[in-house]
């Protein structure tokens, strides 16, 4: 039970680890999206922004004349315009060129103290004559601008954030992970730790009540000397047969359950019948007959053993339609109460009876070459008894 919990616990953090990873995954690729999307998105806008705003405002000669002859209420009213004009345009002013700006180009943008600077040189409108010592600097509300653009869904401008965009630091709206997902992932990995608890307590039930069925089974052949391991041999053989005929390790396990159980319908048989030291009589050997259906009704009610039940059920039918307790024929016959029914026979017939001897291994194969059971595996039989029985007699010393 301890090391079942410590399995559980195993489960849980596995799955919860594996769903936070593929949730973490998620929003970093909504993340890098998301990055390069505003990227171009203000890019795209700023570029746009800088080169109309330069032709429409600081490309014209009254603007340019004003500037020579020092007309500063005509600057003032003009640069007004381009504060209402944009609301994203926090203040349009004049300021003494810097010494990193030239006077060769249209507008410079910097990124002052996390805020979007630009800075537009005056020409007339030929583009011929610049104001050499004189600028229009341009201070963008950049809060405004990216709630404009739809971007402040998801990145915020900050000092102190790791993100950048146009020059610009921006802190990610974008969570490492969502609760949903967080809560997502803490309830499937607690059910998949409960179906992995059920699974492994329905299995442990169903291998308990079989172990339980196996054990009642050997007590009841250590009662009669005449069939002491008759269900263990049984196994052995039919394991044996299996093996050679390439069955898969989940059909062989089935089989081993199957053939130590495949006698456990005689519990519902009388001693006086099963112990009797004479022949049975017909009315005998029809309750007798009974013992498959006991079995499957036994086996039938334990989740989970549903084919054993019925492998268990087949195992005195005959090819030829003269078994018991249905009357199937050939393949209809499930392969695994087949082999049962070759390993069931064998043993009987090289084991001591209270109405017979033991019969040599020799006569028990000449015999059963004339009954109708399966010919391929009596073949494997009939090829390699001498062999198993060699094992069989190593494995109960």
Do not use: C
């Amino acid at each position: 039970m301890k090391e079942l919990r410590w399995w559980i616990i195993l489960i849980f953090i596995v799955t919860i680890s594996v769903n936070l990873v593929y949730f973490q995954n998620i929003q970093r690729l909504k993340f890098v999206s998301e990055l390069r999307r505003s990227s171009q998105v203000i890019d795209v806008f700023l570029d746009g922004f800088m080169r109309s705003i330069s032709t429409g405002y600081f490309q014209w000669d009254d603007f340019y004349n004003a500037f020579v002859l020092s007309d500063e209420e005509f600057i003032r009213e003009n640069l007004s315009y381009v504060e209402e004009d944009f609301p994203y345009v926090k203040r349009a002013e004049v300021v003494k060129r810097p010494k990193d700006i030239a006077s060769e180009g249209l507008y410079y943008m910097r990124a002052i103290d996390n805020n979007i600077i630009i800075y537009f040189n005056v020409w007339d409108s030929k583009v011929k004559r610049v104001i050499e010592d004189w600028l229009v600097k341009v201070e963008i509300d950049l809060p405004k601008l990216i709630q404009s653009l739809g971007i402040d869904k998801y990145f915020v401008p900050d000092l102190r954030g790791d993100v950048k965009i146009s020059e610009v630091k921006f802190k990610s709206l974008i969570p490492f992970l969502k609760p949903s997902q967080i809560l997502f992932s803490f309830s499937f990995s607690i059910l998949i730790a409960l179906i992995f608890m059920l699974m492994v307590a329905s299995h442990s039930e169903r291998l308990t009540k079989i172990k339980l069925l196996e054990k009642i089974s050997f007590i009841m052949e250590e009662k009669d000397p005449y069939t002491r391991d008759h269900s263990k041999n049984v196994a052995f053989i039919s394991l044996y047969l299996a093996d050679r005929l390439g069955l898969s390790r989940k059909e062989k396990e089935l089989l081993e359950e199957a053939s130590l159980l495949h006698d456990i319908g005689k519990i519902g048989i009388s001693d006086e019948i099963l112990n009797k030291r004479g022949k049975l009589s017909p009315e005998e050997f029809e309750v007798v007959k009974k013992h498959p259906e006991i079995a499957f009704s036994i086996l039938s009610d334990i989740k989970g053993a549903e084919v054993i039940a019925k492998v268990v059920r087949h195992h005195h039918e005959r090819v030829d339609g003269n078994g018991y307790p249905d009357g199937l024929k050939g393949e209809e016959i499930p392969l695994l109460s087949r082999i049962i029914a070759v390993a069931d026979i064998f043993d009987a017939l090289i084991s001591e009876r209270p109405y017979r001897s033991a019969l040599s291994p020799e006569e028990a194969i000449k015999i059963m070459g004339e009954m109708p059971i399966d010919k391929s595996v009596f073949k494997v039989l009939k090829e390699n008894y001498k062999e198993m029985l060699s094992l069989l007699r190593g494995v109960r010393r």
